[in-house]
């Protein structure tokens, strides 16, 4: 049985109560486990993104999904590609110099937890590609960062390529070849930043953008999300057990 429902996490333990955000969680009923945060797509914490939640507390992982726009447009959430515009727009407001701030208090969140082993690993999408991808270069707690992270065709990570050095676990790139909005050019300069890793991966799949999300059909692609999640759970076996 997994338990589901939403709970607080504090940024400043010194700040006032605005300073907090929610996240929602499943917990597996194994006792505690490995943790895994789930970054959402600008949709935000939606249908999708709590069934992939309760998906991986199916198969033995604490999984946490915060909202990441909370400073913006706490609660958003769009449950298909109506609200693409939205969504981009609070994406393009973001800072995501906060946003490290809050994974940062995240990840002591959630490594604090009860439910936790004290490993924590992270899967992000579409926007939370890069937030997965910002979460295992630039997120650290007692000098300690994330044990694995999984980037979903990360919108942003091209951006930050700089950042690549800093990456100190084991991780995993999802790509389609026929992405609408990150080009092939963009997706090889990732593979060129990180192709000394024999630690980092990068997939490719004959599919385009948001190919994982099946609350959105015009995106979903089935065959390429089925072989990337299977990827995905194999990979977080092998680096959270």
Not at 22 to 34: E, N, W
Not at 82 to 98: I, K, N, V, Y
Not at 112 to 134: N, Q
Not at 145 to 167: C, F, N, T
Request: glycine share 8%; charged share 20%.
């Amino acid at each position: 049985m997994v338990a589901t429902g939403y709970e607080n996490v504090t940024v400043d333990e010194k700040a006032s109560e605005e300073q907090t955000f929610r996240a929602f969680v499943a917990v597996p009923d194994t006792g505690p486990a490995p943790a895994v945060v789930l970054f959402q797509e600008v949709f935000g914490v939606n249908d999708n993104m709590r069934e992939l939640a309760r998906r991986l507390a199916g198969n033995g992982f604490l999984a946490v999904v915060p909202e990441m726009f909370w400073r913006l447009r706490p609660g958003f959430e769009s449950h298909d590609e109506s609200g693409l515009a939205e969504g981009m727009e609070l994406a393009a407001h973001l800072d995501l110099d906060l946003a490290v701030v809050d994974m940062t208090a995240l990840l002591a969140h959630v490594r604090a937890k009860p439910e936790c082993s004290g490993r924590v690993g992270a899967v992000g999408f579409c926007l939370g590609g890069t937030l997965a991808y910002l979460f295992a270069t630039s997120v650290r707690v007692g000098g300690r960062g994330p044990d694995a992270a999984v980037s979903y065709y990360g919108s942003g990570v091209h951006d930050h390529l700089e950042l690549a050095r800093s990456i100190d676990c084991p991780m995993l790139f999802h790509y389609g070849d026929h992405d609408q909005y990150i080009s092939r050019a963009q997706i090889a300069a990732v593979e060129a930043a990180v192709a000394n890793r024999p630690d980092i991966a990068v997939h490719h799949y004959d599919a385009g953008h948001a190919f994982s999300n099946f609350d959105a059909p015009s995106f979903h692609d089935p065959d390429a999300a089925d072989l990337a999640w299977g990827r995905t759970l194999a990979f977080l076996d092998d680096t959270l057990a």
